[in-house]
């Protein structure tokens, strides 16, 4: 018999399935109550993929720029005793970071001083410049803006090395012209620093002008009594307590009447910002590069993970396919 | 088939092809018949994952009562090795076709399990060889390899009977 005649036989043979099993079977059938398939990798990709974009998209654009905050932030630190109350801006000694207005944006930390009350106000501000000269340009201004107020410069200090100057200054600012002053010098530069203390002496002069009081009521007591070389020695003490608490007095206030405003220029390079406002297409060319790390990240953790794991479903269907072989071959 | 076809359509289209299928494959009527029931109650369980784009219901339904023919191997011979009658060769039916020369029913007791199987896939049931090497989980040029050598086998024992 050739191979053709066999395998012509072996069609031509029917099995047909018993009627009991038959019936058997249309009753597992009418037991079918498969919702129809909904769910499917692919319908499941559609949804997940836009979803997956999305999350990704609103993180790289929703990420607060770091950069940015580097290239602006203002070092906020000291306190403010006002009313004999302390008035905390900033931790003391930590740093607090906050907005300020950039290149020749005013001061944030222009506090005002408490009309009516002696107040010791001293102010640090650290400016950057884009040149040398513009530098020696700001230290002329700054001086300008001190004498234009009534002020006057302490200490100046200015050094310049190839492209980079730096220049320190104190300035004495009337108080109430303070606020204008910072504003003013402010707009020299970029702020890269700034601090403000505010010590309110009122309370410590009250309380020598009641010291000073009650010394002169001593002093008139000690004058409405018959004269004696004791006497005369107690009231001696006493004017010269009373001269010596009024030069104190009086020192305090003319060094409360001026403002000490320290000032730090410089044109050491600084941290470029971050060009913003680019094209439209900016925010996908940043999508596209975060897509582009993760891809670079997810290739080199996962081919290997997906090498071992075609390893070993390679193993695992030879193996199935050795046992299944072994259990196929007896007759 | 279109993708409308219930379960209950496709087992009474298929019902005759699963049997002769599993009877072929495992030389047994009564174990086909018991087979083929286990085979329908867990396709249902699994109808939810058939897909008509990857291929026929019969297709589908022949990989399921695959599955369920090896579970009934593996499940034998553990019987046969506690029963320490590994060494005893199972016997292929006699008569279990209709339409078969009683020299080929006793040639069909020569093929192997495996052998059977590929024939009935083939010639039986008329798969294409890559239809056939996917329910086997085999390459195409592998079952058609399968295949001619269990019709030269078939060949060989109807020569020797002759």
Redesign the interface.
Do not use: F, N, W
């Given at each position: 018999?050739?191979?053709r005649d066999?395998?012509a036989?072996?069609?031509?043979?029917?099995?047909?399935?018993?009627d009991?099993?038959?019936e058997?079977?249309?009753l597992?059938?009418?037991?079918?109550t498969?919702?129809t398939?909904r769910f499917?990798w692919r319908r499941a990709l559609v949804v997940a993929l836009p979803v997956a974009a999305a999350i990704a998209a609103s993180i790289v654009f929703t990420r607060p720029s770091n950069n940015h905050a580097v290239a602006t932030q203002t070092v906020v630190r000291g306190a403010i005793l006002q009313h004999g109350a302390a008035k905390t801006l900033g931790p003391i000694g930590a740093p607090t970071t906050m907005d300020s207005a950039g290149a020749g944006g005013a001061a944030k930390l222009a506090v005002p001083s408490t009309p009516g009350r002696v107040q010791t106000y001293g102010a640090y501000l650290a400016l950057r410049l884009h040149s040398a000269t513009a530098v020696s340009d700001g230290v002329k201004t700054a001086l300008h803006i001190a004498s234009s107020l009534g002020g006057y410069p302490t200490s100046v200090h200015a050094s310049s090395e190839a492209k980079v100057a730096s220049a320190d200054l104190v300035l004495k600012i009337p108080r109430a012209h303070v606020q204008e002053a910072i504003a003013r010098l402010s707009a020299l530069g970029t702020i890269t620093s700034e601090q403000v203390d505010i010590q309110d002496q009122q309370a410590g002069l009250n309380a020598t002008d009641r010291r000073i009081a009650r010394l002169q009521k001593q002093l008139t007591e000690l004058r409405a009594q018959t004269p004696s070389a004791t006497t005369a020695a107690r009231i001696a003490a006493l004017q010269s307590q009373i001269a010596r608490l009024q030069r104190t007095e009086a020192a305090t206030r003319r060094t409360a009447h001026y403002a000490t405003v320290q000032l730090h220029l410089t044109s050491a390079k600084a941290v470029v910002p971050p060009k913003h406002g680019h094209g439209p297409l900016h925010g996908v060319v940043v999508a596209l590069t975060w897509l582009g790390i993760g891809a670079v990240y997810a290739l080199a953790i996962g081919t290997p993970v997906a090498v071992l794991a075609l390893l070993v479903w390679l193993a695992a269907r030879f193996v199935r396919?050795r046992r299944?072989?072994a259990?196929?071959?007896?007759? | 088939m279109t993708t409308e076809m219930t379960f209950a359509q496709a087992a009474e289209a298929h019902l005759d092809d699963v049997y002769g299928y599993l009877a072929w494959f495992t030389g047994d009527l009564a174990a086909a018949d018991d087979l083929a029931g286990e085979t329908f109650e867990r396709a249902l369980r699994l109808w939810h994952r058939y897909d008509p784009r990857r291929g026929s219901a019969r297709t589908w339904l022949c990989q399921v009562a695959r599955t369920v023919a090896l579970d009934h191997f593996r499940s034998e011979r553990r019987r046969t090795r506690r029963e320490q009658l590994a060494a005893v060769p199972e016997r292929f039916e006699e008569q279990f076709a209709e339409g078969l020369s009683h020299d080929l029913q006793i040639a069909l007791g020569v093929l192997t399990a495996g052998e059977r199987e590929v024939v009935a896939l083939r010639v039986v049931l008329d798969l294409d060889a890559v239809t056939a090497a996917n329910v086997l989980s085999i390459s195409p040029t592998n079952c058609t390899t399968r295949l001619n050598r269990a019709l030269k086998k078939l060949e060989e024992a109807l020569h020797v009977a002759a």
């Open positions: 018999m050739s191979q066999l395998t036989e072996l069609r031509g043979a029917r099995i047909t399935a018993p009991e099993l038959r058997r079977v249309r597992i059938a009418a037991a079918d498969t919702p398939r499917t396919r299944e072989d259990l196929l071959s007896r007759s | -």
